[in-house]
């Protein structure tokens, strides 16, 4: 799945604005999410965590207007300390490794679906609190779902594809995401294999959408036919997981 997340239109960000773009794409977005009531206000977070995220992201921003510019294995994590004006030191102590530099953004969402699940309303099933998460973020563009075609988006995903060390690294973030989903639906086997289709369905979806606009669609043009591949998605994956009423 794409966690782009702060990455894929990100999963959470792209570009030199890699966390702009992403936030920037969803504040722009068509449609509210399907549950009721207002969202949750975040958690208040001290001062400094505040400044240790903004860091994070600061670093981050300047390694993938990088990493855009010039690919990914023509930078090095030298340059990039120097680009924001810490030691290679200093730097790893944020991200042990290059590839995080522009991943990170991606563990933000490792326990989006875990949350989803953990936060469904009462009398709401998993797999329907995840469903309408889904067309949610869909109807807001949301970078996570791949409906994304800010441009800033889509080049960070050309980078992310066409770069083998990013997507093995995009694998263990998802490997992660399964990971929390299953001891959000309870640990143990089933859960471990419920959790295992649940985030290979979403990955796919978000994909698909990606791959259609990444073909010149516009994300407009795509949004039908991705909540059409979501529901029989959907269906699938209740045939499948619940028991039958």
């Known amino acids: 799945m794409v966690m782009s997340g702060e990455t894929a239109c990100g999963g959470n960000g792209n570009g030199s604005a890699a966390g702009a773009v992403g936030e920037g794409a969803r504040a722009q977005g068509r449609g509210r999410d399907r549950g009721q009531g207002e969202p949750a206000a975040p958690p ?3 001062l400094r965590e505040r400044k240790k995220q903004l860091t994070y992201r600061a670093i981050s921003d ?12 023509k930078v090095s994590v030298a340059e990039v300390a120097a680009a924001a004006d810490i030691s290679k030191p200093t730097l790893f102590r944020y991200f042990p490794a290059k590839e995080d530099l522009a991943l990170h953004r991606f563990a933000d969402h490792e326990d989006e679906a875990a949350r989803v699940v953990d936060g469904r309303g009462p009398g709401e099933s998993p797999l329907a609190a995840l469903h309408r998460h889904f067309l949610a973020g869909l109807d807001r ?9 800010v441009p800033q988006v889509l080049a960070f995903h050309r980078l992310l594809y066409g770069t083998p060390a990013l997507v093995a690294r995009l694998y263990a973030y998802q490997g992660r995401s399964e990971a ?15 959790a295992g289709q649940i ?10 959408n990606w791959r259609r606009i990444d ?4 994300a407009d043009a795509v949004y039908a036919g991705a909540v059409r591949a979501a529901e029989e998605a959907f269906v699938q994956l209740r045939r499948g997981l619940e028991p039958e009423g």
Request: aromatic fraction near 4%.
């Open 215 to 218: 073909a010149g669609e516009s």
């Open 141 to 149: 563009r949301d970078p996570v779902t791949g409906l994304c075609d």
């Open 44 to 46: 208040r977070i001290s």
């Open 199 to 208: 985030i290979a369905v979403l990955r796919i979806l978000a994909e698909e």
């Open 62 to 73: 300047a390694a993938i207007a990088m990493f855009l510019e010039r690919g990914f294995d």
């Open 180 to 194: 929390a989903l299953a001891r959000a639906l309870g640990d143990g086997v089933t859960a471990r294999l419920a």
